[in-house]
């Protein structure tokens, strides 16, 4: 997410290459299943859920919950621990901070 980091976006119009990171960020949250996973993420008691977990949450195929994980993924919003057969979610340190400061009015 280079170029989002520097500050928000009432700062300044965007260049090209922060809208495209910007649009990309915005669109892994665009989908209700995936806002529904990072809810269940940030809420879980160790901050953190399997992908088992995940699947028993959300009313979609195990596919759909992979290719769901994997956008959140690529996006930066979670990180991905394996644990023997078993993949643990949680949500990135960075993001919510990354996400305020994109809206915020003051740098």
Known sequence: M?????????????????AEALARLLHALADRTRVAIVSAIVHAPDGEMN???????????????????????EAGLLRREQRGPYSFFRLAPE????????FSEAP
């Open 2 to 18: 280079s170029g989002l980091d520097h500050g928000p976006i009432a700062a300044a119009p965007l260049e090209p290459a922060e």
């Open 51 to 73: 992908a088992r977990d995940i699947l028993a949450m959300v009313d979609v195929s195990q596919p759909t919950v992979s290719h769901h994980l994997r956008k959140l993924l």
């Open 95 to 102: 993001a919510f901070a990354r996400l305020r400061a994109i």
